[in-house]
Nanobody, 117 residues
Framework: QVQLVESGGGLVQTGGSLRLSCAAS????????MGWYRQAPGKQRELVAT?????YTNSADSVKGRFTISRDNAKVYLQMNSLKPEDTAVYYC?????????????WGQGTQVTVSS
């Protein structure tokens, strides 16, 4: 049983910072990539940032220069600085995980990030 457990969401004022963490556990042969998506009310889920096991990153234009993704084996982090009200959303940890010979997409339960103006 593979699980992704997130932590670190909350309420912050405009310009503030938050750090999200996500840890994968279970029968994992490999994880590639791992990252974060977000979903605001009334909107579709969108990519925030992902990182491969080799350290290559991909991020949305809207967060470049403000958010930094990092990874330590089966843990992924998202440092969010200079937060804006439009960053308010539920943030989901994502991982493409190899379980034996097959790869599967896994999602965390989501953590709320609210940025007040």
């Amino acid at each position: 049983q593979v699980q992704l457990v997130e932590s670190g969401g909350g309420l912050v004022q405009t310009g503030g910072s938050l750090r999200l963490s996500c840890a994968a556990s279970g029968s994992i042969f490999g994880i590639n990539p791992m990252g974060w998506y977000r979903q605001a009310p009334g909107k579709q889920r969108e990519l925030v940032a992902t990182i491969t096991d080799a350290g290559y990153t991909n991020s949305a234009d809207s967060v470049k220069g403000r958010f930094t993704i990092s990874r330590d084996n089966a843990k992924v982090y998202l440092q969010m600085n200079s937060l804006k009200p439009e960053d308010t959303a539920v943030y989901y940890c994502y991982a493409h995980i190899l379980v034996f010979a097959s790869g599967y997409d896994y999602w965390g339960q989501g953590t709320q990030v609210t940025v007040s103006s």
